[in-house]
């Protein structure tokens, strides 16, 4: 397995200071979202730059994990949603290009995104949904790219058993799920009935630390809440993930008014490293 970081924690940083910072910390993955909140938002990054970056991947010998537009598909709202739709797949297009600077685990290329929705719309949104993944991982199989989408507390697909339903009809090969298994624990699902569930679906995960249950839970740093790691970890490799746990700091945290993300990002790398070597997990260097 890898231990990666998102940038999700971190929009308003140039891409320079995050790789080099991750690097020396000494995560091996990175997950670059590409929103247009983003510096490295998908309208930033011309030519020039999407030689760039790869550059930088390569001289920090970091790889990526996934590239990230989290975008809700099931939206109602007929512009936005084609907004959403198309920026996604335009995301797939990046992926393709940067090909080459994956973690060398066997899969394709990851494009993160979500279903959204709000909790009792499974019953009459769900045909319209399962129309949309398909058409999405028919474009991301053109282009040899997986589509993860994530499951999130307070959206339609919040348990374990929502999100295995639906992947059970979807019918592409391409269109695989973001497994944020913060979500389901503060819901109160067990660490081994999660991940026994999600992992034939998991092409990528996100992992943080929280606290308490919903509505009010709390999502944390790593290190700071009740999330055991190590049990974590050790479920996945008993599953046969062999890909990256992405660690994801939570808008909750970034609303701090002393929110630091490069300490944040030091303190997880500290947390989760740690965990890593006590479950007795292999990294690749």
């Not at 709000?118 to 474009?139: D, F, H, M, S």
């Not at 019918?171 to 999600?198: Q, R, T």
């Not at 002393?258 to 070597?277: G, Q």
């Amino acid at each position: 397995m890898y231990l990666g970081f998102s940038t999700w924690a971190m929009p308003d940083l140039p891409i320079d200071t995050v790789i080099e910072h991750l690097a020396n910390l000494g995560f091996d993955a990175i997950e670059i979202g590409v929103l247009p909140r983003f510096t490295t938002a998908l309208d930033n990054l011309d030519a020039a730059e999407r030689k760039r970056i790869p550059q930088l991947l390569r001289d920090h010998n970091v790889s990526l994990s996934a590239v990230s537009s989290y975008l809700p598909m099931m939206e109602q709202d007929a512009e936005q949603f084609a907004f959403n739709r198309d920026y996604v797949k335009r995301t797939v297009d990046l992926a393709d290009e940067w090909r080459d600077l994956w973690i060398p685990n066997g899969q394709p290329p990851v494009v993160v995104s979500g279903f959204g929705g709000k909790p009792g719309e499974i019953a009459t949104l769900e045909p319209q949904l399962v129309e949309r993944l398909n058409e999405l991982g028919e474009y991301a199989a053109a282009h040899n790219v997986i589509l993860a989408f994530e499951h999130h507390v307070g959206n339609a697909y919040e348990t374990p058993d929502q999100t295995v339903a639906l992947m059970q009809q979807v019918a592409s090969p391409a269109v695989k799920v973001n497994f944020d298994i913060s979500h389901f624990n503060v819901m109160g699902f067990p660490i081994e009935e999660s991940v026994e569930k999600l992992m034939p679906y998991a092409a990528h995960t996100h992992v943080k630390d929280e606290l308490g249950r919903a509505p009010d839970h709390q999502y944390l740093i790593p290190g700071e809440g009740e999330f055991d790691y190590i049990r974590y970890l050790q479920a996945m490799q008993a599953h046969g993930y062999n890909g990256a746990i992405s660690t994801e700091i939570s808008m909750m945290v970034q609303r701090r008014p002393d929110y630091d993300p490069l300490a944040t990002a030091t303190r997880s790398y500290e947390v989760l490293s740690r965990a890593f070597a006590e479950a007795g997990i292999t990294r690749p260097h």
